[in-house]
């Protein structure tokens, strides 16, 4: 079953308009969550992560908020721009590395 | 550093032909993985090593094989390939102290 549900599978938004994307997981013993972005015909890059004892991290444009109780993250894109369009993997990763990724939402930044 | 390289880019198989998917980093990493990409479902971890002589199964690991004779190498081995396993595969590596996995530009396999 998947470990990592995401949410939603595509997203259109105007250039400047805020992306959000949602991702819930159920295993407790993942302890790092990191967001990757893929543009086409290239592997993934890690855009930004947080670990289970913040709620909350930022870099530059780039949000992550975490829920705990409720087993869900998000990831918040400001300021959207048509360079952001790709495609954004979820992940929960346990402490041996063994890392589960969502199913991908992808993004389209409209001028 | 070129980071993680994969070899070959594209690849079509006959059913039941076998093949070696190359997997080399420079970044000296102790872990690498396999991972395959298909549509609409993400990237499932097939095999994972977490140092030379040490390999382990991750989620999907069927009609897989993998070895880890060096730090820098970790091919991935299919015997008997079939439909099922045409999909794009990466291969990442990462330090053992940091969970951020580097990925290479994948092999885009197909099965016929």
């Known amino acids: 079953q998947q470990q990592v549900k995401q949410s939603p599978q595509s997203l259109i938004v105007q250039k400047g308009g805020i992306s959000i994307i949602n991702c819930a997981y159920e295993n407790t013993a993942f302890d790092y969550f990191p967001w990757y972005q893929q543009f086409p015909g290239k592997g993934p890059a890690l855009l930004i992560a947080?670990?289970?004892?913040?709620s909350e991290k930022k870099e530059g444009r780039f949000t992550i908020s975490f829920n705990k109780s409720a087993k869900q993250f998000s990831l918040h894109i400001m300021d959207s721009q048509p360079g952001d369009s790709a495609t954004y993997f979820c992940?929960?990763?346990?402490?041996?590395?063994?890392?589960?990724f969502g199913a991908g939402t992808r993004l389209t930044v409209k001028p | 550093n070129a980071g993680v390289t994969q070899t070959p880019k594209f690849r079509i198989l006959k059913i039941g032909q076998s093949m070696t998917l190359q997997c080399t980093q420079d970044?000296?990493?102790?872990?690498m993985y396999w991972y395959r990409q298909d549509p609409g479902m993400g990237l499932k971890l097939i095999y994972y090593s977490v140092g030379a002589g040490i390999t382990d199964k991750g989620e999907v690991p069927n009609g897989y094989n993998v070895s880890r004779s060096t730090t820098e190498d970790f091919p991935l081995r299919l015997e008997l390939a079939a439909p099922s396993q045409t999909s794009v595969y990466f291969c990442?590596?990462?330090?053992?102290?940091?969970?951020?996995?580097?990925f290479g530009p994948g092999t885009r396999l197909t099965v016929l």
């Open positions: 947080i670990r289970p004892d913040v």
């Open positions: 970044m000296n990493h102790n872990y």
């Open positions: 992940a929960a990763s346990r402490p041996n590395n063994d890392m589960r």
């Open positions: 990442a590596s990462s330090y053992p102290s940091s969970n951020e996995q580097f």
